[in-house]
C-alpha cells in the first residue's frame, strides 16, 4: 500500500519509532470477554467515549479507530516530536 510506505518515510524523516499493530492484538485487549464482530466494537466505543455518537451499524469503522486510538494511548510509550529537534 503507498500510503503506509509513505507514512513510513515521515516517520523515519522524523526520527520517531513507528509500531504496527495487528487488529488480532488490540481487540484482544480491548474487547476482551466480548465479540469481535461491528456491533460489540460500537458497544464498546460508546463506553469508552460516551460523549461520541456511534449509532448507527455503519459507524463500525469510526468505532474500531476510536477503539484502536483508545489501545495505543494506554498501551504505546510516544517521544514526543519536541525533544527530538
Keep these: 500500500m503507498m500510503n503506509y510506505g509513505i507514512l513510513l518515510d515521515i ?6 519509532r513507528c509500531t504496527e499493530i495487528t487488529s488480532a492484538v488490540w481487540k484482544k485487549a480491548v474487547m476482551s470477554g466480548m465479540g469481535r464482530d461491528k ?3 460500537i458497544l464498546q466505543a460508546g463506553e469508552l467515549y460516551p460523549t461520541l455518537t456511534f449509532g448507527r451499524k455503519k459507524d463500525h469503522h469510526r468505532a474500531e479507530a476510536a477503539l484502536l ?15 527530538l529537534v
Design 69 to 83: 486510538g483508545w489501545y495505543s494511548l494506554h498501551t504505546i510509550t510516544y517521544t514526543s516530536v519536541s525533544t
Design 11 to 16: 516517520c523515519a524523516g522524523l526520527g520517531t
Design 39 to 41: 456491533g460489540s466494537a
